[in-house]
């Protein structure tokens, strides 16, 4: 094959509720996980045998690693492994999503990779088959390759069907910098102490919420435990979830392990509004729309 390209999109957390770390140092979650219209586009061309290149362009492409690091190279050379392809790849990702956002930017990528190198070899693997090896690379991957909306549970890379309705209308606000995600959690474990914290749960209001569709139950049901840890390391955030509210977004929270702030419209002409207040608040580098669900990592050509 000559050339292919493939879509994968952004994920947020309508819900996350976050258990003690285990022996492992993991945090055992619960989430709800929505695909949003935010793309990373991932194109596969053929290259010399054992050859996998990255080049990146777009949103935060200078921060993003180049080497054997990069996710989407990492998914390729797995994939290769794992069915003993000489083939290489030389992978060119254009980003949108923003770096180190809590939007599964590089989970995305590694999707977009299997997918599109999956192709380009002509392998044929089932989605099962790639999701499980997806999960290898990282806790969101198999959802990038999923889509819609799923119940996460374990690290978020085991995937359960959520009953959910409705069409959603998101703005997000991108921080000036990206906020490590292992330094969230370690935020929360210390603030939470000793005492440690529950087992995650799901909210059984978010469900409902979901169940019925509507953006007005949805919006005040929305929940992220790692909010009040993100808040702590970039207390700004404080003021931009404030201005959300202020012009009347039906939910507004932290997205994943933040900084990005996610914000719940209650239709296409509220989303514009909201979007506007926020760019010309300056207190967020950039301000972008999306809607969910959405489906996971397609080819497109
Ligand atoms: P996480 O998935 O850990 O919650 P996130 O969604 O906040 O993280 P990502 O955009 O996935 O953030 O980036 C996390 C880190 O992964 C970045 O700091 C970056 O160095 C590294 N990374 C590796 N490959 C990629 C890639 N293809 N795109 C973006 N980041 C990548």
Redesign the pocket.
């Known amino acids: 094959m000559a050339a292919v390209t493939v879509r994968a999109p952004a994920k947020i957390n309508l819900g996350l509720s976050v258990g003690a770390p285990q022996a492992d140092g993991y945090h055992p979650i619960v989430t709800i996980y929505q695909a949003i219209s935010l793309y990373?586009e991932l194109k596969a061309r053929p290259a010399p045998d054992g050859e996998i290149t990255?080049r990146?362009t777009g949103e935060?492409h200078d921060?993003?690693?180049l080497d054997d690091?990069?996710?989407?190279v990492r998914a390729a050379a797995l994939l290769a492994k794992t069915h003993n392809v000489t083939d290489g790849a030389a992978l060119s990702?254009h980003?949108t999503?923003?770096?180190?956002?809590?939007?599964?930017?590089?989970?995305a990528?590694?999707a977009g990779a299997l997918v599109a190198c999956d192709a380009l070899w002509g392998i044929g693997s089932g989605r099962e088959e790639l999701a499980d090896l997806g999960s290898s690379l990282?806790?969101?991957v198999p959802f990038c390759l999923l889509g819609g909306n799923a119940i996460g549970t374990g690290r978020g890379e085991a995937l359960s069907a959520v009953l959910a309705r409705g069409s959603y209308e998101w703005v997000l606000a991108y921080a000036a910098t990206?906020?490590?995600?292992p330094q969230v959690y370690s935020e929360l474990d210390r603030f939470r102490g000793p005492a440690g914290a529950a087992a995650p749960e799901l909210s059984e209001t978010l469900m409902s919420a979901l169940r019925g569709g509507d953006p007005y139950a949805v919006g005040p049901a929305l929940h992220n435990d790692l909010e009040p840890a993100a808040v702590r390391l970039r207390p700004s955030l404080r003021r931009t979830l404030a201005l959300g509210k202020e012009y009347g977004a039906l939910g507004s929270m932290v997205s994943?392990?933040g900084p990005t702030c996610l914000f719940l419209a209650a239709d296409e002409d509220h989303a514009i509004d909201l979007a506007v207040a926020l760019s010309s608040s300056g207190l967020c580098r950039s301000v972008q729309r999306a809607t969910g669900p959405v489906t996971g990592a397609r080819l497109i050509t």
Not at 97 to 107: E, M
Not at 178 to 181: Q, V
């Open positions: 990373d990255v990146v935060g921060v993003v690693p690091t990069n996710l989407a990702i980003k999503i923003a770096v180190a956002g809590g939007l599964a930017g590089g989970s990528d590694a990282g806790s969101d990206g906020l490590s995600t994943g392990a």
